[in-house]
């Protein structure tokens, strides 16, 4: 386990760098919100250059980035009504994947995924501005607000303050954690049974 004091910051001046992938070749690729939107890409040194969308039908507000073969890179985009999967090429031409399931426009997207069969999983979401959970059943348009207890204080009603500082906790007073390694391997092989699954058509048994 890194210690806190090895840990360095890398890059500046990026612009709300929610999703972080690491590349074989030592780059750093982040979404980025400049402009019309797009990804920041960096170095080992800590310089940042930007690959921005040139032809987008809307500001691109990029949240889960991933990457595809011959270069283009899938944008999750956060948007303020519509989201959806974009696609933005090495020439900054940008193009919809995924915008609408059964002619109903997709939500703001939070991530996206593209697994070793090309299968793309996705994420969304509804944000109003003061910390309210929705939920919307599939092919419908009616929102259902979720209720649960919650406090009108801080960043994100201080969930990333209470993340931040639960995490601080365990890795210098060696508190617990709420999820342990052993829960996340769990749901690995949970998510690699469905894939087996699916692929052999049977039903796979497990063991947790």
């Known amino acids: 386990m890194a210690r806190l004091d090895?840990?360095?910051?890398?890059?500046?001046?990026?612009?709300?760098?929610?999703?972080?992938?690491?590349?074989?070749s030592g780059l750093l690729i982040t979404a980025d919100w400049t402009d019309s939107g797009g990804i920041s890409l960096v170095g080992q040194d800590g310089v940042v250059s930007r690959l921005l969308a040139k032809d987008a039908p809307r500001q691109m507000r990029p949240n889960g980035v991933a990457l595809e073969p011959g270069g283009s890179v899938l944008l999750a985009d956060?948007?303020?009504?519509?989201?959806?999967?974009?696609?933005?090429?090495?020439?900054?031409?940008?193009?919809?994947?995924?915008?609408?399931?059964?002619?109903?426009?997709?939500?703001?997207?939070?991530?996206?995924?593209?697994?070793?069969?090309?299968r793309l999983w996705i994420t969304v979401m509804r944000l109003d501005g003061y910390g309210n959970l929705f939920e919307r059943a599939l092919r419908s348009n009616e929102w259902?607000?979720?209720?649960?207890?919650?406090?009108?204080?801080?960043?994100?009603?201080?969930?990333?303050?209470?993340?931040?500082r639960h995490v601080i906790d365990h890795l210098v007073n060696g508190g617990p954690v709420a999820n342990s390694a052993q829960d996340y391997i769990a749901n690995l092989i949970i998510e690699d049974s469905i894939y087996r699954s699916a692929t052999s058509q049977c039903v796979q048994e497990i063991s947790l």
Not at 7 to 18: D, H, Q, T, V
Not at 144 to 164: A, H, N, P, W
Request: aromatic letters at 8%.
């Open 144 to 164: 259902q607000t979720i209720t649960f207890e919650k406090s009108d204080s801080g960043f994100g009603r201080d969930s990333v303050y209470r993340l931040q």
């Open 78 to 118: 956060l948007g303020v009504e519509d989201g959806g999967v974009w696609r933005l090429h090495s020439d900054g031409h940008v193009e919809p994947v995924i915008i609408d399931i059964a002619g109903h426009m997709l939500p703001p997207t939070n991530f996206v995924l593209r697994d070793i069969e090309e």
């Open 6 to 24: 090895e840990i360095k910051f890398i890059g500046s001046g990026l612009n709300r760098p929610e999703c972080v992938l690491t590349h074989q």
